[in-house]
């Protein structure tokens, strides 16, 4: 079972968690929610040793949810945590 969140819920936390948007650099850098890291969905999934410890608990969104679905999918059966951000970036922009 995948833990989530929404973004009304995330707003308490932010700056006191790991946040993370899978989407693309040119998504990233266009605008995001703040304090996130971005980690583009193709280097998540290949290196995930490189960005990810598997004692943490890392909070991760994408555009509108799928693809950071896709990724908690993959990444949690080789160990890693997360929870998911309900409508990712664009509900993010339709409740700020």
């Known amino acids: 079972m995948i833990s989530s969140i929404s973004i009304s819920e995330l707003k308490n936390h932010l700056g006191q968690i790991p946040l993370i948007d899978v989407r693309s650099i040119e998504s990233y850098n266009s605008n995001h929610i703040p304090t996130a890291i971005n980690i583009p969905f193709e280097q998540l999934i290949v290196y995930p040793d490189k960005y990810l410890d598997k004692g943490k608990t890392y ?28 409508g990712g970036y664009e509900e993010w922009i339709l409740k700020n």
Do not use: D, P, V
């Open 59 to 86: 909070y991760i969104y994408c555009s509108r949810g799928m693809k950071s679905l896709k990724a908690i999918q993959i990444l949690s059966r080789q160990g890693y945590h997360f929870i998911h951000i309900n």
